[in-house]
């Protein structure tokens, strides 16, 4: 029985040893490909994670929020989306739309304007301009959902009275009442004494989390929905999240 034991050890030991050196050599594999794209495409372009697909030996490639992809001598260049043959799956978007999921935990929802509708039991974080016409259009949608927490990150990208707008919104005495009046009835926020105000805060997390356009919708599992949907999409969207 000690034998048997012995020899047990002595296999997962070698097992280990196989599967590390495996590792070490893809990790090498993975700086060979880093340095030899960063080198083909110039001082400029830089190599953010390398890794191995499953599809015909490439070399997925990001650099920020772009995806390319090589061979593992790095002879060429591969710009696009992949598509399986089989189930039409884009692969790419999958994979892009995996890498840019936000951490809806580590959002400062107290940066943002809170609206609680019904039992408030889906939520979703909208981040908006307040000249934003799809932004407005959005809004309609959103008045005649029921059963839902928005959280609105006033994110003044557009023009300077985006800003001037925003700081009118967050500085009155009813935030959602004002927001909703420009929004949705076009009523101009009044001008109110200034306040401490989250603007540039939220301008930066825009920044950081590459929010290019408004609106830019987050579902709590961290999908990110591009512009205006209507309301049978976002409650499509909504019934998907777990």
Same mark, same amino acid.
């Given at each position: 029985?000690?034998?048997?034991?012995?020899?047990?050890?002595?296999?997962?030991?070698?097992?280990?040893?196989?599967?590390?050196?495996?590792?070490?050599?893809?990790?090498?594999?993975?700086?060979?490909?880093?340095?030899?794209?960063?080198?083909?495409?110039?001082?400029?372009?830089?190599?953010?994670?390398?890794?191995?697909?499953?599809?015909?030996?490439?070399?997925? #490639?990001? &650099?920020?929020?772009?995806?390319? %992809?090589?061979?593992?001598?790095? =002879?060429? $260049?591969?710009?696009? +989306?992949? /598509?399986?043959?089989?189930?039409?799956?884009?692969?790419?978007?999958?994979?892009?739309?995996?890498?840019?999921?936000?951490?809806?935990?580590?959002?400062?929802?107290?940066?943002?304007?809170?609206?609680?509708?019904?039992?408030?039991?889906?939520?979703?974080? #909208?981040? &908006?301009?307040?000249?934003?016409? %799809?932004?407005?259009?959005?809004? =309609?949608? $959103?008045?005649?959902? +029921?059963? /839902?927490?928005?959280?609105?990150?006033?994110?003044?990208?557009?023009?300077?009275?985006?800003?001037?707008?925003?700081?009118?919104?967050?500085?009155?005495?009813?935030?959602?009442?004002?927001?909703?009046?420009?929004?949705?009835?076009?009523?101009?926020?009044?001008?109110?004494?200034?306040?401490?105000?989250?603007?540039?805060?939220?301008?930066?997390?825009?920044?950081?989390?590459?929010?290019?356009?408004?609106?830019?919708?987050?579902?709590?599992?961290?999908?990110?929905?591009?512009?205006?949907?209507?309301?049978?999409?976002?409650?499509?969207?909504?019934?998907?999240?777990?």
């Amino acid at each position: 029985m000690r034998h048997t034991f012995t020899y047990a050890r002595q296999a997962i030991a070698a097992c280990l040893t196989l599967l590390a050196l495996a590792a070490c050599a893809q990790s090498n594999q993975d700086a060979e490909v880093k340095k030899g794209v960063e080198a083909k495409l110039g001082e400029n372009f830089k190599v953010d994670e390398v890794r191995k697909t499953d599809y015909m030996g490439l070399y997925e #490639v990001r &650099s920020g929020n772009r995806l390319l %992809y090589t061979d593992p001598q790095v =002879k060429y $260049l591969f710009v696009g +989306n992949v /598509i399986d043959a089989a189930s039409h799956q884009n692969l790419t978007k999958t994979r892009l739309d995996e890498m840019n999921k936000i951490a809806f935990a580590d959002l400062p929802l107290d940066k943002a304007l809170k609206s609680v509708k019904g039992d408030g039991s889906r939520v979703i974080a #909208v981040f &908006s301009d307040p000249n934003c016409g %799809y932004c407005k259009q959005f809004e =309609k949608t $959103l008045d005649g959902m +029921n059963n /839902i927490t928005v959280y609105t990150f006033m994110y003044n990208i557009l023009s300077k009275d985006s800003d001037t707008k925003a700081t009118n919104v967050w500085c009155s005495a009813d935030r959602n009442k004002t927001w909703h009046d420009w929004m949705v009835d076009g009523k101009v926020p009044p001008k109110v004494a200034d306040c401490p105000t989250p603007n540039r805060d939220v301008f930066e997390l825009g920044r950081r989390l590459n929010v290019t356009g408004t609106p830019m919708i987050v579902l709590k599992d961290g999908s990110r929905i591009p512009g205006a949907v209507d309301a049978n999409d976002l409650e499509q969207k909504l019934s998907a999240v777990k």
